[in-house]
């Protein structure tokens, strides 16, 4: 996941245009693995190992106002537009980064604890949401005025507190049951598909891009939907 953050560079290689025609199908994908990782991997799994109570969709909850409370406090912006539309704090977006990648791993972490298979999916659609965020992220710490090799070292060190997110939840699984992080995940997960991700891909004018959008989209909850199916079997 870490690595992942290293992807930003290929933004110095194309043009701005081609970027953005890359970017927002790449959102679309993103925010239909993330609620397919949520509604038909990791809520199951909760209440298969928790049962069916008030106690696992208050988690959710918890973790979807988790998300709204770090982007209205830090003014967080995942910032899927190109570097031209958008012009935020440099070292804002990578503290921000920073915390987002730690409960990232928290999350992914609690999941495997609960069963692989549920940890497996639940780190794809981070994944596949990490992709479109470091292109964006990297390309505006360049437009900030960073060179390319301080971009990416500091855009990769952000990107380190996954593992240490991840090294924390498997620590604290010795001391007590860590399985609410995963229906606490899971609204993390649903909040960034329905409040940051999916407002993206609604803003196009032409019957053609919407399409795209909404194919991408569907795409990635077929795939995620896709995988529950093949690791029943």
Known sequence: MSVIALVGSVTLVLQEATLKKLLLP????????????ALFHMIPAAVDKLGNNLGIYVWIIVGFTGFLGLEQFLHWHHCHRTPSEHRPLTYLILIADGIHNFVDGLAVAGAFLIDTSVGINAWLAAAAHEVPQELGDFGILIHGGWNKRRALAYNFLSALTFLLGGLVAYGASFAFDVTFLVPFAAGNFIYIAAADL????????????????????????GLLLGTRFAFEH
């Open 26 to 37: 790449l959102v679309a994908l993103a925010a239909g693995t993330l609620l397919g990782g």
């Open 198 to 221: 999916i407002p993206e891909i609604k803003r196009e004018d032409t019957l053609k891009l919407n399409v795209l959008h909404f194919v991408s989209f569907l795409v990635g909850l």
